[in-house]
């Protein structure tokens, strides 16, 4: 059966993640209430913070800022695109 959570993000319930997307508090609080189809959604979202703010995701002070956004887009009032952005 599969792991079912009430998204935080969807507000329903909704198939969860296989596993915790990373060790730590976070990484279970997200597995607990992000959905698998919440997670693809951030996945979008990171690619482009990653893209518009030239992000080195193996610089601390970068993996530092993706995590507060993962945050704000999860649990706070939801993450912004940076100033300017224009889909394509």
């Not at 997307?21 to 990484?27: A, E, K, N, R, V």
């Not at 913070?49 to 993962?70: G, T």
């Amino acid at each position: 059966m599969a792991h079912m959570v009430q998204c935080v993000k969807l507000g329903r319930e909704a198939e969860g993640l296989d596993e915790a997307p990373f060790d730590g508090p976070l990484g279970q609080k997200i597995y607990d209430s992000v959905s698998k189809e919440a997670w693809e959604g951030w996945q979008g979202h990171m690619k482009m913070l990653l893209n518009e703010y030239r992000l080195q995701p193996w610089k601390k002070e970068h993996q530092d800022f993706i995590v507060q956004q993962m945050e704000q887009y999860f649990f706070g009032t939801g993450a912004e695109a940076p100033e300017g952005y224009k889909p394509q």
